[in-house]
């Protein structure tokens, strides 16, 4: 009895030990984990794992800002999408990012729910939902991705955004100087930023009332 209760003991250290050398790949941030997921979904699929472009990212978490954490806005009928023309009006020099770099928009998640999920099960519960995002996500036409993360003031509601590109990695979504420009609240990937914790996310830790329930929105296109 004891003899099989340390063997469990064991085997449950030997994995949170292998788990936790996986995590060490990617930042300490949402965003990144999300990239990851995404990527070992493609090459589980026998699809190119893409170039995460930090660009392409910060320009995720503009189109998040777009919707100032207007869930209705999302999916449903009241559903809005931000104009193509904000990519290089608004969104690009927001993020430093050269309009001349900007290439062309091959997919695009957007989803949004009340309660905080981590980024594996904003992928596989929230993201992922049916055979047409199933379709966007396995192109062969990406060759570049960049998602974002981010909560509301307040909290809640959360946005996940994923957009994907077939530009030429290192040489679209570039910025004027240095990496793109980071703004709080909210994560995005690929530009080796630590975002985690507090202030990062949302701007206020808050308990989403339980009364409200929870909700999500999704909209998916190419
Ligand atoms: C990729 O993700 C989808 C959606 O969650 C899942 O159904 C599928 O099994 C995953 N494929 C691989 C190879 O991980
Ligand atoms: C890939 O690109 C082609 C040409 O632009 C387009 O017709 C097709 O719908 C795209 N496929 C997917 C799965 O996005």
Same mark, same amino acid.
């Given at each position: 009895?004891?003899?099989?209760?340390?063997f469990?003991?064991? =085997?449950?250290?030997?994995?949170?030990?292998?788990?936790?050398?996986?995590?060490?790949?990617?930042?300490?941030?949402?965003?990144?984990?999300?990239?990851?997921?995404?990527?070992?979904?493609?090459?589980?699929?026998?699809?190119? #794992?893409?170039?995460?472009?930090?660009?392409?990212? =910060?320009?995720?978490?503009?189109?998040?800002?777009?919707y100032?954490?207007?869930?209705?806005?999302?999916?449903?009928?009241?559903?809005?999408? &931000?104009?193509?023309?904000?990519?290089?009006?608004?969104?690009?020099?927001?993020c430093?990012?050269? %309009? #001349?770099?900007? %290439?062309?928009?091959?997919?695009?998640?957007?989803?949004?729910?009340?309660?905080?999920?981590?980024?594996?099960? %904003?992928?596989?519960?929230?993201?992922?939902?049916n055979?047409? #995002?199933?379709?966007?996500?396995?192109?062969?036409? $990406?060759?570049?991705?960049?998602?974002?993360?981010?909560?509301?003031?307040?909290?809640?509601?959360?946005?996940? =955004?994923?957009?994907?590109?077939?530009?030429? &990695?290192?040489?679209?979504?570039?910025?004027?100087?240095?990496? &793109?420009?980071?703004?709080?609240?909210? =994560?995005?990937?690929?530009?080796?930023?630590?975002c985690?914790?507090?202030?990062?996310?949302?701007?206020?830790? $808050?308990?989403?009332?339980?009364?409200?329930?929870?909700?999500?929105?999704?909209l998916?296109?190419?």
């Amino acid at each position: 009895m004891a003899m099989a209760q340390w063997f469990l003991l064991l =085997c449950i250290f030997f994995i949170s030990a292998s788990a936790s050398n996986v995590q060490t790949k990617v930042t300490d941030n949402p965003a990144d984990e999300l990239v990851a997921v995404l990527n070992s979904n493609r090459t589980g699929n026998k699809l190119s #794992s893409l170039y995460s472009n930090p660009g392409l990212a =910060c320009l995720a978490l503009q189109y998040i800002k777009a919707y100032q954490g207007e869930c209705s806005a999302v999916g449903g009928p009241d559903a809005k999408k &931000p104009a193509e023309s904000e990519f290089a009006e608004t969104f690009a020099p927001n993020c430093d990012v050269k %309009a #001349s770099s900007l %290439a062309q928009i091959t997919g695009r998640f957007l989803a949004c729910q009340s309660k905080y999920a981590e980024p594996s099960e %904003a992928f596989n519960d929230i993201l992922i939902r049916n055979s047409k #995002s199933l379709d966007i996500l396995n192109s062969k036409n $990406h060759t570049e991705v960049g998602t974002a993360v981010s909560g509301s003031d307040g909290g809640g509601p959360y946005f996940w =955004c994923v957009l994907f590109s077939n530009g030429k &990695p290192k040489s679209s979504f570039v910025t004027e100087g240095g990496e &793109p420009k980071v703004t709080r609240p909210g =994560c995005f990937s690929g530009a080796n930023d630590q975002c985690n914790g507090a202030n990062t996310l949302s701007r206020i830790i $808050h308990l989403w009332p339980i009364a409200l329930g929870s909700f999500v929105a999704l909209l998916y296109a190419l």
